[in-house]
């Protein structure tokens, strides 16, 4: 279920429903063409699509969904259909944002834009002395909404560091002369760690990769901010950041990350042209805790939500404007289908009815019953 074809006439591609981004860009690159996927490539096709997700290419393309042509898929009641803009509108409507309450998909027709060239990307690890430039640069490149830009950063406690660090992970879609004067703000800051490069899509599509710990134990979750971004709120996030890794050192593979896609392009679609209502003037954070031992369940769960909350609880939190919580495939059951679908949600109850009368897909959001709960959590 990981066969990826490519067809460079019609610059489409179609994807099994068990391939990963890597399938897919193995398969593109060939042409000379690239998908809009996930930031990582180790991740499935199906799931971030189905839930919206958003990419690299985002900032030119829009989200993953709004460039998805069709899908094929298993209906509760073991209806084989296909959705598209012209068979199953209503149905194809409801996939791209909440997808994965509808069914099982097992085929996917993505359109494809020319990619040829390298693009700027990898790592850049910054002591937190530097986070004042870092904020500085990051409200900065809000204020500019260059679509071929990305912007990564945030806490993470590199193996090679004392202390947690600034991870930064930047992406540009143009020439190296374009790419670095763009960053060139952030370079002149004088990071202790400089991997970046020209590269293929390929290859800058797997620097986000997290190698899985089988044997370890992890928490995701998420909200939004908006800019500008407080100096002491990030000042003070790093403070009980590393408070964490400093107190539990098996938990040195965690990160909380603000992730910066440009989103006028994303806004430009209007929020019920599909079902995925995550379209504003924000951007996504994402956080990551890891741990292996048992015991240390409560404290992390603890640790995770006062986390969230002290942004949660600052004027950068971007549901203090807009009924927003977090991107559908950042949160956890905790956030109910209200905050994830806004407007839609009296559609996409409609359309359940409909397709799953049974409720038979309901361990992603449950759109029927769902608790209009705000903590966010996912484990």
């Known amino acids: 279920m990981r066969r990826v074809l490519t067809d460079p006439a019609s610059k489409t591609v179609c994807v099994q429903g068990g391939a990963i981004w890597d399938d897919v860009n193995e398969s593109t690159a060939a042409y000379g063409l690239a998908v809009v996927g996930s930031t990582a490539s180790n991740t499935g096709v199906a799931g971030p699509t189905l839930g919206g997700g958003f990419g690299w290419l985002t900032g030119r393309y829009g989200l993953i969904s709004d460039n998805l042509l069709s899908v094929r898929m298993v209906l509760a009641d073991g209806t084989i259909v296909e959705a598209s803009d012209e068979n199953h509108q209503d149905l194809f409507w409801a996939v791209r944002g909440a997808g994965q309450a509808f069914g099982i998909v097992t085929e996917l027709v993505f359109r494809a834009y020319d990619l040829a060239g390298p693009v700027y990307g990898g790592t850049l690890i910054f002591t937190v002395d530097r986070l004042p430039g870092i904020l500085e640069f990051a409200n900065r490149f809000d204020e500019q909404q260059d679509e071929d830009s990305g912007f990564f950063f945030g806490l993470a406690a590199p193996s090679a560091a004392d202390r947690t660090a600034i991870l930064v992970l930047p992406f540009y879609n143009g020439s190296e002369e374009k790419a670095e004067e763009f960053f060139a703000p952030l ?31 992890k928490c995701f979750t998420g909200t939004k901010v ?118 839609n949600l009296p559609r996409l109850q409609a359309l359940k009815r409909k397709y799953d009368p049974h409720n038979i897909f309901s361990k992603w959001h449950n759109l029927i019953s769902h608790t209009e709960k705000q903590s966010g959590l996912q484990c």
């Not at 990071?191 to 899509?201: C, E």
């Not at 950068?316 to 919580?325: L, P, R, T, W």
């Open 187 to 217: 370079i002149s800051l004088g990071p202790s760690i400089n991997k970046t490069s020209m590269m293929s899509y390929k290859e800058l599509n797997r620097i986000a990769n997290v190698d899985p710990v089988p044997e370890g134990r």
């Open 226 to 343: 908006s800019m500008p971004l407080d100096r002491h709120l990030l000042c003070d996030l790093w403070e009980h950041f590393d408070a964490i890794m400093e107190k539990y050192p098996r938990s040195k593979h965690s990160v909380l990350m603000f992730e910066l896609i440009p989103y006028e392009k994303t806004i430009s679609v209007p929020i019920d042209a599909t079902a995925c209502a995550d379209r504003g003037r924000y951007y996504n954070v994402a956080l990551l805790l890891c741990w292996y031992d048992p015991e240390h369940d409560g404290t992390m769960h603890t640790y995770m939500r006062a986390l969230l909350s002290r942004i949660k609880n600052s004027a950068c939190y971007a549901g203090q404007k807009e009924n927003v919580q977090a991107n559908a495939n950042f949160a956890g059951h905790e956030i109910g289908a209200t905050y994830l679908f806004r407007d």
